[in-house]
């Protein structure tokens, strides 16, 4: 097998779980301050769509909701609709920081994954691919649930700052229609907008006073364990 040996770029991640009008308060007071993602619609905001997998035990969901301190999970992601932008993630978590590798798939080997027919992944070049395969093979990892979300993303170059909030969250009723979004999908958490704040070695004091928010803690919400409470 592939041995992919870049090392991975941990970046440290945290999270505050806010109302709708400390949402809009917040959305106002960083569009005065950062530029928004380049890839977002006219009103600053884009679609973000994800089929998680895990193992028949839910290993991936039991490590999450343990705390526990090394872990890792594999989802399908795009990007508005259609959707022709389309990658595999892994996206690991170890001594309280994050990383993330991303291989490129055409939505017909999405396809093809969603079927069951596996082969591709194998017969390919990329290590992360060959990588999901075993997994696939010997976890038995399988396609567990959608998550879907609006997302306005905003970028401040120094200490590689990203900082999101997300909306409208949701839980898919079926993920053999991630390709396929529609009108069968279930709201969860309503009313409520999650705030997600990335940066590599620093925090540059002008994003820490932007996103202060009196009285909220950072909190390990996970929208794969929130939309799971639907199965």
Known sequence: MMIDKTPLSFRHEYKHLISSSEDRLLSARLGRLFPRDSHAGPDGTYRVRSLYF?????????????????????????????????????????NGLCAKRSARLTPEQCLLLLRGDTDFLLESQDALLIEF????????LSPRTVVSYEREAFIYP???????????LCAGISW??????????????????????????????IVRMAVQMPGRATCSYS??????RFD
């Open 176 to 205: 053999r229609e991630f390709l396929t979004p529609g009108d069968r999908e279930m709201p969860v958490d309503p009313g409520r907008t999650v705030l997600e704040v990335k940066y590599d070695a620093f925090l540059p004091d």
């Open 54 to 94: 895990d193992t028949p035990g839910n290993r991936a969901l039991r490590q999450k909701l343990s705390g526990a301190d090394s872990r890792e999970k594999f989802r399908l992601r795009y990007y508005g609709d259609p959707p022709a932008f389309l990658r595999l993630e892994k996206k690991v978590r170890k």
């Open 158 to 168: 120094a200490g590689n700052v990203r900082i999101t909030l997300d909306r409208k």
């Open 223 to 228: 929208k794969y364990a929130a939309c799971r």
């Open 133 to 140: 395969y075993s997994k696939l093979k010997g976890l038995l």
